[in-house]
């Protein structure tokens, strides 16, 4: 009887541990570069966008060269990025898992070696990203209308080559998996080629824009061949982060580019909300608004139409956030971070003067061109209760104040400050839901958000005056 109650309580226990651990991933890993006590940060995401918001963190100590982390289970695909916090190593991922997946791996001498029954899943993705890498570098070096038979060429290429590796590999990673990498890797491609297109023709002058259009016209449209990525069974699956900017990118060729009409956001929202339906028009109307978010357009009666077909609770809470600091008034969240010296700048310590927050990193070509207009701003109230404050998300120190040397991203005469190295993590970035960059944003004498200016010195000058 006692040998009974034994096995009885044996097969009792067993089955709490399997019920206790079913429902955790495991992130294994080993680097040759880690050390005893190192801190390894894990993030995880329900799809590859930029939401900080849909975002979980965490974090392991490295015992020695290795680490172990477990992380709740989900019944939904979800992406997980790993970062070393090491100088010079780079990130992991971001890599899609499945439910009940394991994440683990090796590195040494800058190789990664995944392991386990998900292992080769892994190691398809890290090499899709190396040849995308790869054709971008390639990629950047034409930039004249009559180069964009090349340069389109070029993209083909490399998506034939990862397309040939996703076939070779398809038995081995997963039918979901499968499908999923193809259309991310499709939709790079499309998205390349729309971008090339975006950012070299908008805001030109009118005859290098007719050469841009007539280019485009003959060359624009090699994506016929490409399967469609909105399938009616595809769109409650988590949405490629190219296909959502590839959608965006398409409507602003045709609507804007095209046609010779200013960007409108409140038109490009009525096309997206009308074209598309469930789980991919929530994901691109969040998105579109998130990416808008620092625009003067923003429209309270545009997101509160959303909200009316928005079912995703995390996308709610973008959208209401959005809507809420849309409004000028709210109270601008206080901080803490360290200047270029090492001391302590709190927003709180400029109440009763008009503050600008200027988030930037270094390489942001958009920053470094709206750098100039900051510097004449600066001068122009430098006398005056206005201060800049100059916010850099550089993940390296050493870079950010190399960078500072130069007075190409800030001026003299702006408070210079760092986030500690954790860049878009840092919580500065969550609480002024800083997405794009630069971001600009303006806090009253009193401590309250101001409404979104232009970002041009006149737009900028016209909100301060409004203050002072």
């Known amino acids: 009887m006692k040998k009974i109650t034994f096995l009885i309580f044996i097969w009792f226990f067993t089955c709490v541990q399997l019920f206790a651990t079913e429902d955790r991933v495991r992130i294994i890993g080993q680097a040759d570069f880690l050390k005893d006590g190192d801190t390894i940060a894990v993030t995880v995401s329900p799809y590859a966008g930029r939401l900080n918001e849909l975002k979980s963190s965490f974090a392991a100590p490295a015992k020695g060269s290795r680490f172990t982390l477990e992380i709740p289970d ?28 394991d994440l683990d791996f090796g590195i040494r ?3 990664t070696l995944f392991k386990g029954p998900s292992a080769k899943r892994f190691e398809v993705q890290q090499q899709l990203a190396v040849l995308s890498a790869r054709c971008k ?3 950047k070096t034409v930039y004249a209308p009559e180069g964009l038979a090349s340069s389109f060429s070029r993209i083909d290429s490399c998506t034939e080559v990862c397309q040939r590796l996703l076939e070779k590999s398809k038995s081995g990673i997963g039918r979901s998996a499968w499908e999923w990498l193809c259309n991310e890797a499709m939709a790079e491609a499309v998205t390349s080629k729309l971008g090339y297109m975006t950012y070299t023709c908008l805001n030109k002058p009118g005859a290098i824009q007719d050469r841009y259009i007539t280019a485009l016209r003959k060359y624009g449209r090699p994506f016929n061949s490409y399967p469609s990525f909105l399938a009616a069974d595809s769109l409650d699956r988590p949405s490629s982060k190219f296909a959502v900017e590839m959608i965006y990118r398409q409507y602003l060729v045709d609507s804007c580019i095209l046609t010779r009409r200013k960007f409108s956001l409140h038109d490009c929202y009525l096309y997206e909300s009308r ?53 000028a008034g709210a109270v601008a ?39 100039p207009a900051l510097d004449a701003l600066e001068k122009k109230y430098a006398n005056r209760p ?11 120190r050493e870079q950010w104040l190399r960078t500072l040397k130069t007075n190409q991203y800030t001026s003299p005469l702006a408070v210079k400050l760092y986030t500690e190295g954790r860049g878009d993590q840092h919580q500065v970035i969550k609480d002024y839901d800083v997405h794009g960059f630069p971001t600009i944003i303006i806090v009253d ?13 006149e737009g900028l000058s016209r909100v301060i005056e409004g203050y002072l």
């Not at 620092?294 to 009316?308: H, K, M, R, V």
């Not at 302590?344 to 109440?351: A, C, I, M, P, Q």
């Open 386 to 396: 206005v201060v800049f404050l100059s916010v850099s998300i550089d993940k390296s």
């Open 275 to 327: 074209h598309f339906r469930g789980a991919m028009r929530e994901q691109l109307v969040m998105e579109l608004f998130m990416l808008k978010r620092n625009s003067p357009e923003i429209s309270a009666a545009d997101i509160e139409d959303a909200l009316s077909y928005v079912s995703n609770s995390a996308f709610r809470q973008v959208l209401e956030k959005i809507m809420a600091r849309s409004t």
């Open 109 to 111: 001498k800058a190789e």
């Open 333 to 371: 969240p206080d901080f803490e971070l360290k200047d270029e010296n090492d001391r302590l700048v709190k927003l709180s310590d400029f109440r009763g003067k008009v503050v600008i927050l200027d988030f930037w990193f270094t390489g942001c070509g958009a920053c470094k061109a709206l750098a």
């Open 137 to 139: 570098q390639e990629f």
């Open 445 to 457: 004498k009193e401590g309250r958000l101001g409404p979104k200016p232009e970002l041009d010195d």
């Open 74 to 101: 989900d019944d939904q695909p979800r992406f997980v990025l790993v970062r070393f916090n090491k100088p010079g190593k780079a990130e992991l991922g971001p890599l899609l898992i499945f439910p009940g997946d």
